[in-house]
């Protein structure tokens, strides 16, 4: 087993949650192959999204998790395997995302199955993508003794 590549490999997905958590749009299309694609299996659209293209996935990115809303994103337990140039790997996820503007919070589970590529001596992620084990919607006035402290990418209730 290719230690380095593996360790690279881990960086590089923690990069990629890291990137859509603070909204570094940039640092996220330089994690991804130009020709990416991305299978998102989530309830909240209501259909399976496939975006193709690094150029889709950070548009779609910038355009529905923008500043409205609060995220964070984990992955863990990865399995990768590394052949050569290439890899796949598999990575138990849960995520939350606050969008106060709307009053919910959502809370999920999936399991991430990606392929990486090495190219010009950097890995990067050539496909991405999940099905959700289970997603949660709680409405924030339901939880009264809700208090939200955030950051500088989050949005300040009025």
Same mark, same amino acid.
């Given at each position: 087993?290719?230690?380095?590549?593996?360790?690279?490999?881990?960086?590089?997905?923690?990069?990629?949650?890291?990137?859509?958590?603070t909204?570094? !749009?940039?640092?996220?299309?330089?994690?991804?192959?130009?020709?990416?694609? *991305?299978?998102?299996?989530?309830?909240?659209?209501?259909?399976?999204?496939?975006?193709? =293209?690094? *150029?889709?996935?950070?548009?779609?990115?910038?355009?529905?998790? =923008?500043?409205?809303?609060?995220?964070?994103? +984990? *992955?863990?337990?990865?399995?990768?395997?590394?052949?050569?140039?290439?890899?796949? =790997?598999? !990575?138990? +996820?849960?995520?939350?995302?606050?969008?106060?503007?709307?009053?919910?919070?959502?809370?999920? *589970?999936? +399991?991430?199955?990606?392929?990486?590529?090495?190219?010009?001596?950097? !890995?990067r992620?050539?496909?991405?993508?999940?099905?959700?084990?289970?997603?949660?919607?709680?409405?924030?006035?339901?939880?009264?003794? +809700?208090?939200?402290?955030?950051?500088? !990418?989050?949005?300040?209730?009025?």
């Open positions: 087993m290719d230690l380095v590549a593996l360790e690279e490999i881990k960086r590089l997905k923690h990069r990629y949650l890291r990137c859509v958590d909204k570094d !749009w940039d640092g996220l299309a330089d994690v991804l192959t130009a020709d990416a694609v *991305a299978d998102y299996g989530t309830p909240t659209y209501g259909r399976p999204l496939k975006l193709e =293209g690094r *150029a889709a996935i950070v548009g779609f990115m910038r355009e529905q998790l =923008g500043p409205g809303l609060i995220t964070t994103h +984990f *992955a863990t337990q990865p399995e990768i395997e590394i052949d050569g140039d290439t890899a796949t =790997g598999t !990575w138990a +996820f849960q995520d939350t995302v606050i969008a106060v503007e709307y009053g919910v919070v959502i809370i999920g *589970a999936a +399991f991430y199955e990606d392929r990486y590529r090495r190219e010009d001596d950097a !890995w992620i050539a496909h991405t993508g999940y099905e959700r084990t289970y997603e949660a919607t709680l409405k924030l006035e339901d939880l009264p003794s +809700f208090r939200l402290t955030a950051n500088r !990418w989050a949005p300040q209730p009025a």
